[in-house]
């Protein structure tokens, strides 16, 4: 096997560049995989403005999380997995061992392991996530689609931990990735959706992905009213799940769920933000406040289930294919979108393709 690949390297602020590096090394329990797939990204887009990210990474290093491949060389130690078998890994996983561990919230591990460099040829697999959060992908499942575990196993957990009941009136704000991830897994439980989006186009998107209702955010339209109006007596949501992560729909969120009701505060401001809260409406109206991070290796399975059972629609998520070199330019347009044009949900990145 060749001793070097090309991979996308971050540097800094905005400079993603597309270098020759050295294929991986593996130690004791690790995996060298051939990415066959590897998804585009919220939170690379957040770190590809912003040129770090203080719990996974510092430049320069290599980029990208959302991973698919083929096994092709194994550490000393590793069983189950062998050479040619099709795999889908987590980006991260927990110690099992810490005070979260041992309280059963593992997505909250003091000793979190993470793991990048999708955007490129080969990637190593670290014996801790080999072990705890490393799947077979089933002969039919294409890569892109596998490599979609990770995202939707951390709007699953989200989902989880509002405690949804079939029927229930869920409301979800924002439509980009993880909005129509959380949209189409609520259908699937059961769920009554209402959609908050922005542009023309997500009015369409929103509904695709299962949407019973859709509020267009616009000016002189009262969003909150209008949501609480598609309720029962109007008195809002079961549930608001906010993905857009800003102060002002936070503070949406809570007013457009109704007594007894749970926010998640799954979209996350910049650190420092502040927003504001009447606590009147909070004590009296019973309301609970939460917030997700990220996923565990139990709702990585039962993501991964939604996507093999094809419940999913994975394919739906997947709307344009890049090469390697293409991969600074997706993130440079990533950054400038416009609000009045469709745009990709998902960029899955295929190394094996021309550059």
């Not at 999708?118 to 499942?141: F, Q, S």
Request: hydrophobic share 45%; charged share 20%; aromatic share 6%.
């Amino acid at each position: 096997m060749a001793k070097t690949m090309q991979a996308v390297v971050l540097h800094g602020r905005e400079d993603l560049r597309l270098e020759t590096v050295s294929v991986p090394e593996i130690g004791p329990g690790e995996l060298l995989v051939r990415v066959g797939a590897a998804l585009t990204c919220g939170t690379d887009l957040k770190v590809f403005r912003r040129g770090y990210h203080a719990k996974m990474l510092v430049p320069p290093t290599l980029f990208g999380h959302e991973i698919a491949g083929t096994v092709v060389a194994m550490g000393e130690g590793v069983a189950g997995f062998k050479p040619g078998d099709r795999i889908v890994a987590s980006n991260s996983a927990p110690c099992g061992a810490c005070l979260f561990c041992r309280r059963d919230q593992p997505n909250l591990c003091s000793d979190l392991l993470f793991n990048n460099g999708a955007y490129a040829e080969y990637i190593r697999i670290p014996a801790r996530i080999v072990e705890k959060n490393t799947l077979h992908i089933p002969d039919g499942v294409p890569f892109e689609h596998a490599a979609l575990m990770e995202p939707l196993a951390c709007v699953v957990l989200g989902l989880e931990q509002c405690f949804p009941k079939p029927g229930d009136t869920l409301v979800v704000i924002g439509a980009g990735p993880i909005g129509l991830m959380f949209i189409r897994t609520a259908h699937i439980n059961g769920c009554r959706v209402i959609a908050v989006v922005k542009r023309d186009d997500q009015i369409a998107s929103a509904k695709r992905f299962g949407a019973d209702e859709v509020v267009q955010i616009a000016e002189g339209v009262d969003t909150v009213a209008a949501v609480r109006a598609l309720t029962p007596e109007n008195e809002g949501a079961d549930i608001v799940v906010e993905c857009v992560a800003t102060p002002s729909t936070w503070e949406q969120s809570v007013d457009m769920v109704r007594k007894g009701g749970t926010v998640n505060f799954f979209g996350g401001p910049p650190s420092g933000t502040v927003v504001a809260l009447d606590t009147n409406r909070l004590h009296y109206g019973d309301i609970t406040l939460k917030a997700t991070f990220h996923h565990t290796p139990a709702t990585n399975r039962r993501a991964f289930e939604l996507i093999t059972s094809g419940r999913m629609r994975a394919e739906d998520f997947i709307t344009a294919t890049a090469s390697l070199s293409d991969v600074p330019d997706v993130f440079a347009k990533m950054l400038v979108r416009s609000d009045n044009r469709m745009l990709d949900i998902k960029t899955a990145i295929l190394p094996g393709s021309a550059a």
